[in-house]
T-cell receptor, first 114, second 111 residues
Framework: EDKVVQSPLSLVVHEGDTVTLNCSYEVTNFRSLLWYKQEKKAPTFLFMLTSSGIEKKSGRLSSILDKKELFSILNITATQTGDSAIYLCAVPSGPNFGNEKLTFGTGTRLTIIP | ETGVTQSPTHLIKTRGQQVTLRCSSQSGHNTVSWYQQALGQGPQFIFQYYREEENGRGNFPPRFSGLQFPNYSSELNVNALELDDSALYLC??????????FGPGTRLLVL
C-alpha cells in the first residue's frame, strides 16, 4: 500500500524565517509527487514534481525531488503570515490513468508569528 | 479559485440518517474524485468517477456511494451515518491523468 510521511507535523516560526518541509514516500509505480497548500478548506495546488534534482520554483516557494532516496522537500524563504497553512504532500496512483487516487501525508501545520 | 464548487458548505445530521453532497467540476474536466478529511489528518480517497462510471475506490464501505452526471457534476451519498463520518468532504476535478483541483469542501457533523 502506498505511504506518504511528512515531517515535522507542526512548525512555528517568526516572519522572515526560512522553513523546510519534508515528505518521504513509498509507492509501487511512482509517477509524480504533488504539493498542496490548505488554508481553510480547499487544498490549492502548488507543485508537481516528476524528475529528480530539478527544482520547481514559484516566488518564495521551491521544491525538489530525490527519487533515489524517495523524498521531497518544500522550502519557503522570507516567510509571511499569509504562508500560515497546512502543507500537504501527495502521490498519485491508479491502474487506468495513474492518478485515480491521491495518497496524502498527514500534512505539516505551519504557523508564522508576526 | 479553481472553479470547482461544492454544496452545501456545512451540514449537521444525526446517526443513522442519510446525506447527499454535491460537486460541480471545473470547466473542461470530466473526472471527479471524492476525499474524506478527518480532523488532523490528510485527505483519504473515497472514489473517482469518469464518464459516469466509478473508476477506482478506496477503503470505504458500500454505504458510501456516488454518481456522476452527463455534465460531469457528481454526488456523494452516505447512508446510515456514523459519528466517525464527521469530517470535511472534498471533491476534486481533473482531466484523465491530470492534476486534481479541489473544491472548498463540505463540513459534515454527525451527532
Amino acid at each position: 500500500e502506498d505511504k506518504v510521511v511528512q515531517s515535522p507535523l507542526s512548525l512555528v516560526v517568526h516572519e522572515g524565517d526560512t522553513v523546510t518541509l519534508n515528505c518521504s514516500y513509498e509507492v509501487t509505480n511512482f509517477r509524480s509527487l504533488l504539493w498542496y497548500k490548505q488554508e481553510k478548506k480547499a487544498p490549492t495546488f502548488l507543485f508537481m514534481l516528476t524528475s529528480s534534482g530539478i527544482e520547481k520554483k514559484s516566488g518564495r516557494l521551491s521544491s525538489i525531488l530525490d527519487k533515489k532516496e524517495l523524498f521531497s522537500i518544500l522550502n519557503i524563504t522570507a516567510t509571511q503570515t499569509g504562508d500560515s497553512a497546512i502543507y500537504l504532500c501527495a502521490v498519485p496512483s491508479g491502474p487506468n490513468f495513474g492518478n485515480e487516487k491521491l495518497t496524502f501525508g498527514t500534512g505539516t501545520r505551519l504557523t508564522i508569528i508576526p | 479559485e479553481t472553479g470547482v464548487t461544492q454544496s452545501p458548505t456545512h451540514l449537521i445530521k444525526t446517526r443513522g440518517q442519510q446525506v447527499t453532497l454535491r460537486c460541480s467540476s471545473q470547466s473542461g474536466h470530466n473526472t471527479v474524485s471524492w476525499y474524506q478529511q478527518a480532523l488532523g489528518q490528510g485527505p483519504q480517497f473515497i472514489f473517482q468517477y469518469y464518464r459516469e462510471e466509478e473508476n477506482g475506490r478506496g477503503n470505504f464501505p458500500p454505504r458510501f456511494s456516488g454518481l456522476q452526471f452527463p455534465n460531469y457534476s457528481s454526488e456523494l451519498n452516505v447512508n446510515a451515518l456514523e459519528l466517525d463520518d464527521s469530517a470535511l468532504y472534498l471533491c476534486a476535478s481533473s482531466r484523465p491523468g491530470g492534476t486534481q483541483y479541489f473544491g472548498p469542501g463540505t463540513r459534515l457533523l454527525v451527532l
